[in-house]
C-alpha cells in the first residue's frame, strides 16, 4: 500500500458527525441497563456480589424472563442522580465487577441459561485500588469465562463501548449495537491524547477511530444495529424498549436454532479480522 | 544483527561500541553488557532487548525455526494521526528488522522443544496489531499441534490506536487460540518484562499458567500517568512493578534475566517432562 492509497485526516464534517454520535450515546437521559431491563425483560431479580468479598454496583447481575424464555443477565450500570453516578462509579467496574460477571457466566452453565449482556460503560475504572486488586487480571479471565460459556450468549451495546472493560462482556454468540451507541478501543479522548498528545483533539480521534455503529456492523464485529427513535433513545424510553425487545428475542432465538456450539463463538472471534486465511 | 536493535532506550550509543545505563548512567563496553544479556553489570537495572536479541538469549543455538515469516497486516482504517500509519509501519519494519511487533517460531530451551513468541518493544510499542494477534493466535495454535508448551515474552504497551476496533479485538482473538492450547493439556508460560499494559495484560500475558516478569518491570492496565490525570489518587511506592504484583499474588515470581532461561528449563523440566506413573494415568 502506498501513501496515495490513504484517507487524508478526517474532514471536519466526518469529525463533527462521529463526535454528535459519541455524544448521544453519552446524554445524560439515555437509557441505561436497569431502565431497559425493566422494559425489555419480565421477572428481572437483580442477584449480588462475585462471591469473593466485593459487590461492584457497577456491575449489575441477574435473572429473567424474556417471552417464554429463561435468562441470566450481566449489565453495566451507570448511575443517574449525584448519589448513584458515586456509587456507581460512572459505569466503570473494578475487578470484583468482572469477578461477579464471571459468576453469572458460571451460574448461567450450571443452570443452563442463555446468556444476555448490556454493555455501557467508559472503560474499566482507572484507579490505583482496580490495579491493585488485579484489574487486567480479572478482564483476562472474564474473556476466557466468555469463550468457555456452554450456553448461548447475545450482547447489547446500548451506550458506551469502552474499550477492555466493555470486551469483558461482549464476546458474545451475537452482537447487537443500539443505532447511537459505539465500541472503541479507548475513548476518543483518551485516543486523542496518545496519538494527538493533546485530548482536544477528541473529535478528530472519534472520526478516525471510525468507532460508529454503522462500520462495526459492515466489518462483521456487530450483527445488527437496534434503530432508536428519531433523535435518540434519550427521547423516549418507552419506544427504544419496544423496538429492543422483539430484536432481542428473535436473535437469541436464532442462536440457538443454528445449532449452539462455544466453539463457534471461539472460531468467530478467532476469524474476527477477515484478513487471514484460517 | 547490530547492537542497535538488540535494546532501546540508549540513544547516545545507537554506534554499540559502549552502553549507557538508563537508570544508574554508567557506561560499558557493548561487548560487557552483551555477555550479561543487557542487564547493567553495576546497578542490575534491565535495558529492553528486542525480539530476535530475546530469542538468542533463550534458544538453544541453532534450535530457532521462525514461524509465519511473512504474515504481515495492512492499514485497515486508512489512519492518519500526525502522520500516515502505512509511514509508521514501513519505518519500523525496516528500523526493527520484524514484519510486526512479534517474532515466533519453535526452538529448544536447554534442550527442552517449545513454542516461542517475543513482543518487540521497539516496534511502535510492541502494540498490539491485526498481524501481531494473527502471529501470536497462530504460534499457539502452531504450539498446540506440535504438543509444545507455549512460552510468550510479553513487552507491550497494549492496544495499537491506529487499528482502532480491530486492535481490542486481538484480546479475543488470543485468548480463544489459548483455549486450544488448554483442551491439549499444554502449558503456558507467560514471561512479563518492561512494559506489560493494557490490553496486552488484560488478555493473553494474564492467563499463563505460570507466570513470570522479569524485575522492576512496568505491568498494568492503566498507566501511571493517566490513573493520575484521572483520579488525583496518590501512587503507592513500587506502584504496578512486577515486586508490587508479585506480592499481591498475581505473579509466580520475579526472575533476573540471568536466571530466566534456567528457570525456565526448569519448568519445562517438570511439565514437559516424562511423565510417571500417577501423573500418566491422568493423561
Known amino acids: 500500500m502506498t501513501a496515495g492509497d490513504l484517507e487524508v485526516e478526517a474532514a471536519p464534517d466526518d469529525a463533527a458527525a462521529a463526535w454528535a454520535h459519541v455524544e448521544v450515546s453519552r446524554h445524560p437521559d439515555r437509557p441505561y441497563a436497569l431502565d431497559l431491563i425493566q422494559r425489555c425483560l419480565d421477572d428481572f431479580i437483580e442477584l449480588h456480589g462475585d462471591r469473593q468479598g466485593g459487590d461492584d454496583a457497577a456491575m449489575v447481575?441477574?435473572?429473567?424472563?424474556?417471552?417464554?424464555?429463561?435468562?441470566?443477565?450481566?449489565?453495566?450500570?451507570?448511575?443517574?442522580?449525584?448519589?448513584?453516578?458515586?456509587?456507581?462509579?460512572?459505569?466503570?467496574?473494578?475487578?470484583?465487577?468482572?469477578?461477579?460477571?464471571?459468576?453469572?457466566?458460571?451460574?448461567?452453565?450450571?443452570?443452563?441459561?442463555?446468556?444476555?449482556?448490556?454493555?455501557?460503560?467508559?472503560g474499566a475504572y482507572p484507579g490505583v485500588a482496580a490495579e491493585e486488586r488485579g484489574q487486567a487480571w480479572a478482564i483476562a479471565q472474564t474473556l476466557e469465562a466468555q469463550l468457555a460459556l456452554p450456553t448461548p450468549y447475545l450482547a447489547v451495546v446500548i451506550g458506551e463501548g469502552g474499550s477492555g472493560g466493555a470486551l469483558a462482556t461482549l464476546l458474545a454468540d451475537s452482537v447487537m449495537v443500539l443505532e447511537h451507541a459505539f465500541l472503541s478501543v479507548a475513548s476518543p479522548e483518551a485516543a486523542a491524547a496518545i496519538l494527538f498528545r493533546d485530548a482536544g483533539q477528541k473529535q478528530h480521534a472519534a472520526a478516525a477511530l471510525r468507532l460508529e455503529a454503522k462500520n462495526l456492523l459492515e466489518w462483521g464485529i456487530a450483527d445488527e444495529i437496534v434503530p432508536e427513535p428519531e433523535g435518540g433513545a434519550h427521547t423516549d424510553w418507552e419506544k427504544t424498549a419496544a423496538l429492543l425487545r422483539p430484536r432481542l428475542e428473535a436473535r437469541l432465538r436464532m442462536i440457538t436454532e443454528r445449532g449452539f456450539d462455544p466453539a463457534r463463538r471461539r472460531a468467530r472471534y478467532r476469524q474476527l479480522d477477515g484478513l487471514f486465511d484460517a | 544483527m547490530s547492537v542497535s536493535t538488540a535494546y532501546t532506550g540508549v540513544q547516545a550509543n545507537k554506534e554499540g561500541s559502549a552502553f549507557t545505563c538508563a537508570a544508574c548512567k554508567a557506561t560499558y563496553p557493548a561487548a560487557q553488557v552483551a555477555g550479561t544479556l543487557y542487564v547493567c553489570p553495576g546497578c542490575s537495572h534491565h535495558a529492553r532487548v528486542g525480539a530476535h536479541e530475546r530469542i538468542r538469549q533463550l534458544a538453544d543455538k541453532g534450535s530457532f525455526q521462525e514461524w509465519d515469516a511473512n504474515l504481515t497486516g495492512t492499514d485497515r482504517l486508512g489512519f492518519f494521526d500526525t502522520r500516515a500509519y502505512v509511514d509508521r509501519l514501513d519505518e519500523a519494519r525496516a528500523r526493527q528488522q520484524l514484519p510486526d511487533a512479534l517474532l515466533t517460531g519453535s526452538g529448544t530451551i536447554h534442550g527442552f522443544a517449545a513454542g516461542l513468541a517475543a513482543f518487540d518493544f521497539g516496534f511502535?510499542?510492541?502494540?498490539?496489531?491485526?498481524?501481531?494477534?494473527?502471529?501470536?493466535?497462530?504460534?499457539?495454535?502452531?504450539?498446540?499441534?506440535?504438543?509444545?508448551?507455549?512460552?510468550?515474552?510479553?513487552?507491550?504497551?497494549?492496544?495499537?490506536?491506529?487499528?482502532?476496533?480491530?486492535?481490542?479485538?486481538?484480546?479475543?482473538?488470543?485468548?480463544?487460540?489459548?483455549?486450544?492450547?488448554?483442551?491439549?493439556?499444554?502449558?503456558?508460560?507467560?514471561?512479563?518484562?518492561?512494559?506489560?499494559?493494557?490490553?496486552?495484560i488484560a488478555s493473553f500475558a494474564a492467563l499463563g499458567d505460570v507466570?513470570?516478569?522479569?524485575?522492576?518491570?512496568?505491568?498494568?492496565?492503566?498507566?501511571?500517568?493517566?490513573?493520575?490525570?484521572?483520579?488525583?489518587?496518590?501512587?503507592?511506592?513500587?506502584?504496578?512493578?512486577?515486586?508490587?504484583?508479585?506480592?499481591?499474588?498475581?505473579?509466580?515470581?520475579?526472575?533476573?534475566?540471568?536466571?530466566?532461561?534456567?528457570?525456565?528449563?526448569?519448568?519445562?523440566?517438570?511439565?514437559?517432562?516424562?511423565?510417571?506413573?500417577?501423573?500418566?494415568?491422568?493423561?
Open chain 1, 61 to 122: 447481575i441477574g435473572l429473567a424472563r424474556l417471552g417464554g424464555h429463561r435468562l441470566a443477565v450481566v449489565a453495566n450500570q451507570k448511575g443517574r442522580t449525584l448519589e448513584e453516578r458515586g456509587r456507581r462509579n460512572f459505569g466503570m467496574a473494578h475487578p470484583e465487577g468482572y469477578r461477579k460477571a464471571q459468576r453469572l457466566f458460571t451460574l448461567a452453565g450450571r443452570l443452563k441459561l442463555p446468556v444476555v449482556s448490556f454493555i455501557d460503560t467508559p
Open chain 2, 124 to 200: 511502535l510499542g510492541g502494540s498490539l496489531s491485526t498481524a501481531v494477534g494473527e502471529r501470536l493466535a497462530r504460534a499457539i495454535e502452531h504450539s498446540a499441534e506440535a504438543q509444545l508448551p507455549f512460552v510468550c515474552v510479553t513487552s507491550s504497551g497494549g492496544a495499537r490506536m491506529q487499528e482502532g476496533v480491530f486492535s481490542l479485538m486481538q484480546m479475543a482473538k488470543s485468548v480463544s487460540a489459548l483455549h486450544e492450547l488448554a483442551e491439549a493439556h499444554l502449558p503456558f508460560i507467560s514471561i512479563l518484562v518492561d512494559p506489560t499494559m493494557g490490553g496486552s
Open chain 2, 211 to 283: 507466570i513470570l516478569a522479569e524485575p522492576k518491570a512496568m505491568i498494568g492496565f492503566t498507566g501511571a500517568r493517566v490513573i493520575t490525570q484521572a483520579t488525583y489518587e496518590q501512587l503507592p511506592a513500587g506502584f504496578q512493578t512486577s515486586e508490587f504484583h508479585h506480592a499481591r499474588g498475581l505473579i509466580d515470581r520475579v526472575v533476573d534475566r540471568r536466571d530466566l532461561k534456567a528457570v525456565l528449563a526448569q519448568l519445562l523440566a517438570v511439565l514437559a517432562g516424562p511423565a510417571g506413573e500417577i501423573d500418566q494415568a491422568l493423561a
